[in-house]
């Protein structure tokens, strides 16, 4: 069974061989779902929705003891559609 990190691990090893731009996209894609389900995991959360990452985001921005890990998984999601689109 794929663990949560194991995007993260395999996101450092693309970038070791990293060139070109597919690759750099891909890391940017893996690194972004690592830290999503690595959240969504220890939340329990269970969101599979179309909104499912807007609304974790929302969730954490909304409290202000997780507000700054909101604002820097909204920073990465922009980034890793940008990377996707």
Known sequence: MIETTDFLK???LMKENAT???EFRSIISRAYYAVYLYISDKLSLQNY?????????KKLKYNKK???????LEKLHKKRKEADY
Request: net charge negative.
């Open 10 to 12: 395999l996101a450092k």
């Open 20 to 22: 070109t731009e597919p």
């Open 49 to 57: 929705g179309v909104s499912a990452h807007q609304d974790l985001i």
């Open 66 to 72: 997780t507000f700054h890990v909101g604002s820097d």
